[in-house]
């Protein structure tokens, strides 16, 4: 009940804002240290501490020091700014220079559930189109609706901006340009607006809307109405005009224009409105300008009152008499129709080329047509020479206006008598606004006379910046009724006005929803209104509302204070509640006695007691009915918190009389066989990271009262639990049954005490199945724990209301069907297991009791009922079992997640694929090689062919660690892939976790490792159909993207791209890139191996390659094979939600085979070409045709090369091909004379060879030069394997002729190598053998220096390859020779 700020709304991106503000100027530093000799010379170090402590509120959002600054450097931005905030707080506008930004409002839910209104950017962009011109003022008129069903909402919002070049233009929320007005040519200095306030008294003239302009020597006043049915009908012409409609005329706009004069400068102003003197005032006024001889009107004249501020004089008061000037009529909205349409036409013409050089807007350059202002002189003033005012800012009920100058100063000004009647010292740069409250209904009406009217009361507002204080004072002579400190860089938005569009017969039952006054804190972005109560506005004395307000602050303060005594606290808290005599002071105190969390539960209970009965003793006339319910309720209450507070405290134990001992003996035996599964939970979740937990939120800390009378409510005599967050229920079931859970607190007892009270026995069963489900980990450690929940569900169950009577015994109890679904929406799986089994066995005895009340037979009814138990047990052990799997930790080095829970419910809800996916979720975070989870499932099999489950073996010392991990993990993966034979088939493991893995690849490309190993799971799956819907959704989802940039970015660069294209265009490295490309290779030749079992053989890529005709048949044979059925376990027949991924897959088209093989053929390229850092510009080597066919539909028939290919292409092809042949060979020569410093793949050739054929290139010249490398290399054992492949023998045996020449040439002619025996035998070699040595070039040799056994075993090869009539062939027998008397020298 005193003053108090509070935020409504918060906006959002307002770095955003300020960036786009101030986008075009530098940041300087020193902005905010520049201060004028003024400041210099003011000392407000310690302007913000005031003697005063009660008028400095606590807990008003103050800034703290660091925060302040913190956020000085960004706040003073705003200070620069033009900002204006609708007075229905749904838009706000901030201009700078040219530009502005729209923020309207949006809902949104915060983390605790709440709903919360935000300011976030609607609109931004230039306003002006002058040239040089700048916003100097904007405010938010909303408009509205004429619908008769509103309440008070505005229909739209219009921003009226003024500019320094003098128009004033009208924009939508959206930011489209209504109408612009030329009133004035000189700058737009400030705009208001006064909107229709319903009369409070009769005699009060009814006051009509306008907008005032105020220009340094003019104010134009337009209608209100007339500007309502202008804005009205220009934003209709916009709509029309945008659906191509014809455009329909607005009405003019009336307006009026005055010349100020009188004044040397006037810098604000205010439109106080049309008001009659009184008969002395008018003679006065006669007398004094019209001297003895005036004549007196018989009736005195209407005048609108302006009031403005500037200097000479500082205020100045000016009367317009009514009907002195006739108002002027503005054709501008015609000429904004004229000019959309022409607008129009000329972008269509222009669209069309018609519109030619000269024709570009000549009508721009011509500004309206400005009328001439009614001279106005000032009728009187307050003169001060000195003194300059800077804002003036009027009362809602126009008869005080606050004005600010620049001595620091604000005044007080009478509007009435034109005086000045208060000022306050010490306010530089302040902002003022205004907050009128009304009386509340039903303060006055003890009046023993007829009800008085309600009474209003003002307060100013002042907000200080340089101090950081926001002060309310009480007017005209009242005292400071609220301070809060702030912080030093907001704004004060008080718009003064409401909806426009409103008059006394459309205002009828509204509630107008509007904000006063509105503080905005650039530093948070908080909008927050200040409340003023009525009572604050009350001097007198003895008022008995000032007495009781006096008497809550003092209890206020004595439940702050932590050092009271129990005692002293409750004679004083009494004391002042009894003697407080306003019901509703009387309520708000008692709720914060009960809301204090110092208070013992005995001290409220005597307290509450006592005014209880306090009540009861005065007339029952007199008692106010609320502050009587909220007594006995609260009391109530209170008596239930101590009963069951000292039930638990006694000690005494439970005693066990529901429980029959077969019952025992069959939750037992269902125990025993759960048991295994339950103790390697309760292993690995007791095992899990620790966390911080506080005292205060554990559930075994005492529930505080104020606690459990926040969470309980008493309607009549019934009492019932508040919904709240579960961490609620679980503390206030903790408080209520965890002892009796624990065997420590008297059972029945407490459940006798529940019952009187009325407590629903729905509410106490789902405070119990919450504290069970939620303390899994105490529930698992007490074995007796079970047994007291049979106990005390047989309890609950007994009570009235719990079981209906009248329930039909084929149906499922409503009671029964609460237990199953809090547990299956449980994600405790143990402890909603060990309730199930618990609750099947408490309604299996409960049906049968009823059945036989009933006289009915009890198999329909037992089967009915026990059939959905049995269900609901089943899917709760499979989740067991699938959250025990999921609770296995990860290897040590894998990043860790935290584990995932499931529930019944989510699984039901995630799809025939959810249970797939949970288990793939954990192969990925087991860092599970796609091979390991092969022999996992292995086992299986033989689990399943043993009908046991495996189990790792015992006794082997030499067995690591980690192979005893990965025993257990596949023990327990094989275990749920019993439970889940069809979920968890083979194939569709293998799918998901190929979908994860491709997933977790696209989420960082840098592990290519993911993309091979999805790749791998993919081989796995054994179904052709799933493979292949797989691999298209593969490829289109996530590769096609990062293939395609790749190529380009091959081409463009025309080599393997440095590490810095590939992180720009493609999104990782240049390794990361290799082994994507070379994932792709993979993944398009399983598209084309898709194993089609026909005829009882398999199809390969080869045998296609050889077979075109079965490249037709490749899809068709697809279809012969009969796709595979999905199936799901019974007790997950009900699972709906989105479609699984083999069900997705099995949608996939078919893929087109030539189009499949013509991708793989360009990856394959693209692959190698990152391999051994070739130069290539891969999509050059296809026609035009080819390059069209790339990153297509796969599915889709695209025209394909055919026929020969050009000989150009052919040649750059084979020249490629060799670069990769000869790089390889350069890898494996590395890899001989460097283990592990090369590469040892031995596929690129024959890879090469496959890529020859389908390029068209010869391969036999691929193996001839393939030879030739390897001798080069000095590999001759390869190349002699290589070399019964050749068939070009002839040409071949000519290549290494050379090749052995230059072997030979190194060996004899060599520096050295050179001895004396090498030279004798050259001296005896023939003269052309000689010569043809000398000729050779020994430095194209890769590995020169080859043993002479090789080279000699290389002649005799020769001689066997060349025919006796070969051309050559007597060289090579010369070169045997010299090779044979060399070996003899050495």
Known sequence: MSCCLLEFCRVQELKAVREFLFQNQQNNPSLGDKKTENELAWDDSDWGSWDNPEAKEDGSGTTTGVEEDSAAGSAPWLQ????????????????????????????????????????????????????????????????????????????WTCIVVGFSSGYVRFYTESGVLLLAQLLNEDPVLRLKCRTYEIPRHPGVTEQHEELSILYPAALVTIDGFSLFQSLRACRNQVARAAAGSEVVHPPPLAYKKWGLQDMDTIVDHSSVGIMTLCVFDQMKNASILGGFHASVKGSPPAMSQYITVGGGPYTGFYYAIEGSSQPLLSHVALAVASKLTSALFSAASGWLGWKKQSEEEPTQKQKPKVE???????????????????????????????????????????????????????????????????????????????????????????????????????????????????????????AGYRLMGVNSVTSQGWLLHTQQVCLFDPATGALRTVTVPFHLALSDKKSERAKDMHLLKRLTTLLKSREVEPDILESEAQSVLLDIKHPAVKKQALESLLANKNAPVSCLTNITRV????????????????LFQLCSSQLKLLQLYTDIQQLHSTGEATTDTHTEPTEVAGIAEELARVSPTLQRYAELTSGSRPSVSFALDSPDASLPVRSFLSQMECEGEEIRVVPGPNA?????????????????????????????????????????????????????????????????????SSMKGAVEESWDMQCVSPWWQQVRSACVQSHSSAAALLAAIVAHRAAKANITILAETKFQSEWEAVSLELEQWAVCVRQLEDVLSLQTLLCVPPPQGTPGSATPHCSVKALLEGGRGGIADSVAKWVFRQDLAPERLKDMLQRRGEAESTEQPSQPEQGKGEKSQEDAAFNRAAELLVSVCQRFPDSLSPDLLFAHCCWEYVVQWNKDPEEGRYLCWAVEHLKLV??????????????????VKCFSAAAFLIEKVGKAPKDRLCRRDVGMG?????????????????????????????????????????????????????????????????AEGPASLAELALEQKGVHYPLVQHHYLLASLLHTAMTFSLRVKPLSLFDSKGKNAFFRELSSIQLMPSGDMDPGLVSLRQ?????????????????????????????????????????????????????????????????????????????????????????????LLHTQTQTRPAMELLARLPPTLCTWLKAMDPSELGCPSVPLSQTSRLVSRLIEILPENHGQYSLALHLLEAVEDLQRED
């Open 372 to 494: 001439p202002a009614t001279p106005m002189a000032v009728r009187f003033g307050l003169p001060d020479s000195r003194r300059h005012g800077e804002f003036i800012c009027l009362s809602p009920c126009n008869t005080l206006a606050g004005v600010t100058d620049d001595f620091g100063r604000v005044t007080l000004l009478d509007v009435g008598r034109g005086i000045a009647i208060r000022m306050w010292k010490g306010y530089r740069d302040a902002q003022l606004g205004w907050v009128q409250v009304s009386e509340g209904r039903g303060e006055r009406e003890s009046s023993p006379s007829a009800p008085l009217p309600r009474r209003h009361a003002q307060f100013l507002v002042i907000y200080a910046p340089r101090r950081g204080i926001l002060e309310v004072w009480g007017t005209q002579q009242g005292p400071r009724v609220g301070a809060f400190t702030v912080g030093k860089h907001c704004r004060l938005l008080y």
């Open 1022 to 1039: 054994s179904s052709p159909h799933i493979q292949l819907g797989i691999s298209s959704m593969m490829w289109n989802t996530f590769i």
């Open 728 to 796: 609620d229920w679980t503390q206030l079931g903790s408080f209520l049954f965890w002892g009796c859970l624990t065997g420590e607190s008297p059972l029945q007892k407490v459940c006798n005490t529940l019952q009187k009270t009325g407590i629903s026995p729905q509410q106490l069963l789902s405070l119990l199945l919450s504290v069970w489900l939620h303390r899994e980990k105490e529930v698992l450690k007490k074995t007796e724990a079970v047994r007291h929940l049979h106990t005390l569900l047989t309890a609950l």
């Open 1215 to 1307: 020249e490629f091909l060799l670069r990769v042949l000869t790089g390889w060979v350069t890898t494996q020569r590395e890899a001989v004379e460097g283990p592990g410093s090369g590469s040892g793949d031995k596929t690129w050739p024959s890879l090469c060879l496959d890529l020859g054929l389908l390029l068209q290139v010869n391969p036999d010249i691929l193996r001839r030069h393939l030879v030739c490398e390897l001798y080069n290399q000095g590999l001759d054992p390869r190349a002699e394997q290589v070399m019964f492949e050749v068939e070009d023998k002839d040409v071949l045996g000519s290549q290494l002729l050379v090749l052995t020449g230059q072997r030979l040439s190194y060996s």
């Open 611 to 626: 005014l209880l009965a306090s009540l009861k003793g005065q007339d029952p006339e007199a008692v106010d009915e609320g």
């Open 1070 to 1134: 240049d390794c990361a890139m290799t082994a994507f490309l070379g994932s792709c290779v993979q993944l398009l030749q399983i598209l084309m191996e898709v194993r089609i079992k026909k005829d009882g053989w398999m199809h390969t890529v080869g045998q296609i390659k050889m077979f075109p005709c079965v490249a037709a048949q490749a899809d068709s044979g697809v279809e012969e094979v009969t796709p595979p059925e999905l199936c799901v376990e019974e007790v997950w027949g009900e």
């Open 80 to 155: 620069d700014c033009v900002v204006s905030l609708s007075p229905c707080s749904d838009l706000m506008v901030v201009a700078k220079d040219h530009k502005a930004v729209f923020l309207s409002a949006k809902w949104r839910t915060d983390d605790g559930g709440r709903e919360e209104m935000t300011l976030a950017v609607s609109w931004s962009g230039t306003l002006s189109t002058e040239e040089g011109e700048s916003v100097s003022s904007v405010i938010c008129i909303p408009l509205a609706s004429q619908k008769r069903s509103s309440t008070g909402r505005p229909d």
